[in-house]
């Protein structure tokens, strides 16, 4: 299985709910290159990958540069726990019918599931604004082993 974590892209500051702020103009050109970017990676292969998206708007603006249908998931709101997130993704088996999973949300959710699939342990690391960090899974010798195979940045893309 593969599982990518993007974090949202650069959002506005305040508004009048947290879920309710949207992405600058700066944060719209970093989701489109971002898509650009993973959209090159897969090979436009969108078959084998599920989206799942928290419901913030800045999110939900994120994953809409890829252009492709993507679920909308309460459970990866902001502040959501990391158990949400893996639980939700079905890691490391994958959710049914789809062998990879990319999740739009926030930090620091984000970072703790990072650290919990590099390190196995409850753990933070910074996920910079709009980057996406690619796990994969192999089994072997009948265990799950973990693999971070790249971390991109709209600046690195």
Same mark, same amino acid.
């Given at each position: 299985?593969?599982?990518?974590?993007?974090?949202?892209?650069?959002?506005?500051?305040?508004?009048?709910?947290?879920? *309710?702020? %949207? +992405?600058?103009?700066?944060?719209?050109?970093?989701?489109?290159?971002?898509?650009?970017? /993973?959209?090159?990676?897969?090979?436009? @292969?969108?078959? $084998?990958?599920? #989206?799942?998206?928290? !419901? &913030?708007?800045?999110?939900?603006?994120? &994953?809409?540069?890829?252009?492709?249908? /993507?679920?909308?998931?309460?459970?990866?709101?902001? $502040? &959501? =726990?990391?158990? =949400? #997130?893996?639980?939700?993704?079905?890691?490391?088996?994958?959710?049914? *019918?789809?062998? %990879? #999973?990319?999740? #739009?949300?926030?930090? !620091?959710?984000?970072?703790?599931?990072?650290?919990? +699939?590099? *390190?196995?342990?409850?753990?933070?690391?910074?996920?910079? @604004?709009?980057?996406?960090?690619? /796990?994969?899974?192999?089994?072997? $010798? *009948?265990?799950?082993?973990?693999?971070? @195979?790249?971390?991109?940045? !709209?600046?690195?893309?």
């Amino acid at each position: 299985m593969q599982l990518v974590l993007w974090r949202h892209a650069e959002a506005e500051d305040h508004a009048s709910t947290d879920l *309710g702020r %949207n +992405l600058t103009a700066r944060g719209r050109q970093q989701a489109r290159k971002m898509a650009q970017w /993973f959209d090159g990676q897969i090979a436009h @292969k969108w078959s $084998d990958w599920a #989206v799942l998206v928290s !419901p &913030a708007n800045r999110a939900q603006q994120t &994953a809409a540069a890829l252009a492709q249908p /993507f679920h909308t998931i309460d459970l990866i709101a902001p $502040d &959501a =726990a990391a158990e =949400a #997130v893996i639980a939700a993704t079905a890691w490391p088996r994958g959710i049914a *019918g789809r062998a %990879n #999973v990319l999740v #739009v949300g926030h930090q !620091p959710t984000l970072g703790m599931v990072a650290a919990r +699939l590099i *390190g196995g342990t409850a753990g933070n690391i910074s996920v910079k @604004k709009g980057a996406m960090w690619w /796990f994969e899974t192999r089994e072997r $010798d *009948g265990r799950y082993q973990t693999v971070l @195979k790249t971390m991109v940045t !709209p600046d690195t893309a």
